[in-house]
């Protein structure tokens, strides 16, 4: 078992840069595949990036490829999800989400650890 904990979530200016941060907890963290995913107000919760438990594949949702990065440091039992040049429909709690998996999927449902969610809010 694994246990999340997401911090880096803030109030910035359209075309402003966030990193989030995912920590986690567990000596296996590096078994472990990790998405980060957003729920807007309103809205589903929706796949931001996902990142497989070596790093050596990554997936981006098409309305953040080349904007957002994704890349973990399993050293440090960490994930990082650096977030550039962010719009205000980029606002909503962003979570992080673990599955021990060589296999990184798109689903939330596939995954059973999740963080409490951070707040990023993007104004115009």
């Known amino acids: 078992q694994v246990q999340l904990v997401e911090s880096g979530g803030g109030l910035v200016q359209t075309v402003g840069s966030l990193r989030l941060s995912c920590a986690a907890s567990?000596?296996?963290?590096?078994?472990?595949?990790v998405g980060w995913f957003r729920q807007g107000p309103g809205k589903e919760r929706e796949v931001v990036a996902t990142i497989s438990w070596t790093g050596g594949s990554t997936y981006y949702a098409d309305s953040v490829k080349g904007r957002f990065t994704i890349s973990r440091e399993n050293a440090q039992n960490t994930v990082y999800l650096q977030m550039n040049s962010l719009k205000p429909e980029d606002t909503a709690v962003y979570y992080c989400?673990?599955?021990?998996?060589?296999?990184?999927?798109?689903?939330?449902?596939?995954?059973?650890?999740w963080g409490q969610g951070t707040q990023v809010t993007v104004s115009s």
């Open positions: 567990g000596r296996t963290f590096s078994s472990y595949a």
């Open positions: 989400a673990a599955r021990f998996s060589s296999i990184t999927y798109s689903n939330p449902s596939q995954y059973p650890y």
